[in-house]
T-cell receptor, first 114, second 112 residues
Framework: ETGVTQTPRHLVMGMTNKKSLKCEQH?????MYWYKQSAKKPLELMFV???????ENNSVPSRFSPECPNSSHLFLHLHTLQPEDSALYLC?????????????FGNGTRLTVT | SQELEQSPQSLIVQEGKNLTINCTSS?????LYWYKQKYGEGLIFLMM?????EEKSHEKITAKLDEKKQQSSLHITASQPSHAGIYLC????????????FGQGTTLQVKP
């Protein structure tokens, strides 16, 4: 069983909907991440939070809004998405956010925008 | 910006054969990670390499980081169907930041 849990596993939403992805880690880590994985493209880093503070926003459109209320929880709020936003969204955590400790990933949320 | 190039993009081998996957960086690597992913699932951490010339093994998988820290290889000995999946290398884009970038992945199929 993974120490990083993502819900829901699958999500279908229309372009005018508002939905949220949830991530929870039970590993006592201090850094959390959102990645986007599209077909035939490398994993794209979206956001990094270190001790609840956002330390990286990789030029992500404002229709994606992250929230990190504490070191164990991370959300990705979605609104007015486009069909090209359909992808596997992966959450990860690490002991600290310096890049010197490995990331532990959840199983992802498969998002389809219709 | 730094990029990671993996080769080959896909690989089909007969069970029992050895294979190697390469990961080449355009810049010096600050920590090199190998992950395995089953389709539609999360990434499973395999190994982390930090020092030039470092080599680590786990069961039948060995990973090496070259002296110049710009290339890594993942070698699987006597492959089994359980080794099938997508292998990804990841690396810190620069030292002491959480920005981890990934290669495009190598898809491995092992024929019984």
């Amino acid at each position: 069983e993974t120490g990083v849990t993502q819900t829901p596993r699958h999500l279908v939403m229309g372009m005018t909907n508002k939905k949220s992805l949830k991530c929870e880690q039970h590993l006592g880590h201090n850094a959390m991440y959102w990645y986007k994985q599209s077909a035939k493209k490398p994993l794209e880093l979206m956001f990094v939070y270190n001790f609840k503070e956002q330390t990286e926003n990789n030029s992500v459109p404002s229709r994606f809004s992250p929230e990190c209320p504490n070191s164990s929880h991370l959300f990705l709020h979605l609104h007015t998405l486009q069909p090209e936003d359909s992808a596997l969204y992966l959450c990860a955590s690490s002991r600290e956010g310096s890049g010197n400790s490995p990331l532990h990933f959840g199983n992802g949320t498969r998002l389809t925008v219709t | 910006s730094q990029e990671l190039e993996q080769s080959p993009q896909s690989l089909i081998v007969q069970e029992g054969k050895n294979l190697t996957i390469n990961c080449t960086s355009s810049k010096t690597l600050y920590g090199l990670y190998w992950y395995k992913q089953k389709y539609g699932e999360g990434l499973i951490f395999l190994m982390m390499l930090q020092k030039g010339g470092e080599e680590k093994s786990h069961e039948k998988i060995t990973a090496k980081l070259d002296e110049k820290k710009q290339q890594s290889s993942l070698h699987i000995t006597a492959s089994q169907p359980s080794h099938a999946g997508i292998y990804l290398c990841g690396a810190g884009a620069s030292s002491n930041t959480g920005k981890l970038i990934f290669g495009q992945g190598t898809t491995l199929q092992v024929k019984p």
